[in-house]
């Protein structure tokens, strides 16, 4: 085990983790602040034909992580490596060395959740391990999970074609030691995370996938999905869980975007809490259309009316920040 390191729980992965990891070094910030310093706030629409559910959407960037290494140059490092056991031979050295290692999982195979559904990009900390196991420090749960190392192995080289992972993870370089880890320093960096934030949002790089544009395909679409795609009552169910329950801290991660605006000192902190609200009667409504016995035309109709609200919210809180 890591002597010393502290699980504290939170409400999404990747800010959580990185919160965790930072804190074992002595530097102290919020999850809300972790997370807006790495750009997380993003939209993704992407189709998965001959995948279920068909449909794939996402409130928050594939990068979190990366861009949090890069926008306010902590001593942190990223290290990927193909190889499973030259992967998991990096890892066990941190932990060996007395420092704890990010890393990003599918947590279909992680087995605290039961293979329930394939999520890649899942961040946890890898607090310690055994001949058997492997300890790791996970969002919300109370305390250190287990999960089989072979297990772990699976996770971490996942090719699921939403995200494939390559044995991605974060620690601390141990040449750089913790003088530059300064809180006061990280959150100087928040201008910049949120022009970043902004910029993706409306010039996005994945074109119609991704962003505002991503968003209005949405919008446009999701009240036909019973009449187009395979699996209308699973999409509009995961749209659900990804906006309310998997990790979000709800509103599609607009709640904790807000709270970082406040943190950060900005006016348009209200706008993100209005556009979580707007996020959460969304959510609510594909959650009904997604127990209906039969799909309900005026029904779905009303989630595409709550679609087009969202993003006209998304629109002013975006529009504001690049401005």
């Not at 971490?156 to 880890?181: C, N, V, W, Y």
Request: proline content about 6%; charged content about 25%.
């Amino acid at each position: 085990m890591v002597p010393g390191y502290v699980h504290h729980p939170g409400n999404h992965c990747g800010s959580t983790a990185l919160r965790n990891l930072l804190g074992f070094h002595g530097c102290e910030i919020s999850e809300e602040m972790a997370f807006g310093l790495g750009a997380g706030a993003c939209f993704f629409y992407v189709p998965l034909e001959g995948q279920s559910p068909s449909r794939f959407t996402n409130g928050r960037t594939a990068w979190l992580e990366e861009n949090f290494l890069e926008l306010t140059g902590a001593p942190l490092r990223l290290r990927t490596d193909p190889d499973p056991d030259r992967a998991w031979e990096l890892a066990r050295e941190d932990v060996e060395a007395g420092r704890p290692a990010l890393l990003l999982t599918d947590l279909y195979h992680l087995d605290h959740y039961g293979k329930s559904a394939h999520f890649p990009g899942h961040a946890v900390v890898l607090a310690g391990y055994d001949a058997e196991d492997a300890w790791l420090s996970d969002t919300g749960f109370e305390r250190l999970q287990s999960t089989k190392l072979e297990h772990l192995s699976e996770a971490r080289h996942s090719k699921h074609p939403a995200f494939p992972l390559e044995g991605q993870m974060i620690d601390l370089d141990p040449e750089a030691g913790t003088g530059a880890l300064d809180p006061d320093e990280l959150r100087s960096h928040a201008p910049a995370a949120i022009a970043r934030t902004a910029k993706l949002m409306l010039e996005p790089e994945m074109g119609e996938f991704q962003g505002l544009p991503a968003l209005e395909r949405l919008a446009a679409e999701i009240g036909a999905w019973p009449e187009t795609v395979p699996d209308p009552q699973w999409c509009a169910r995961f749209l659900f869980q990804v906006i309310e329950r998997r990790g979000t801290g709800g509103g599609n991660f607009r709640a904790m975007y807000a709270r970082f605006l406040e943190q950060a000192g900005r006016d348009e902190a209200p706008l993100a809490a209005e556009a979580s609200r707007l996020w959460t009667s969304l959510a609510g409504a594909a959650r009904a259309v997604s127990e209906d016995d039969e799909a309900d035309a005026a029904r779905w109709a009303a989630l595409g009316a709550e679609t087009e609200r969202v993003l006209e919210a998304e629109r002013g809180l975006w529009d504001a920040l690049a401005a």
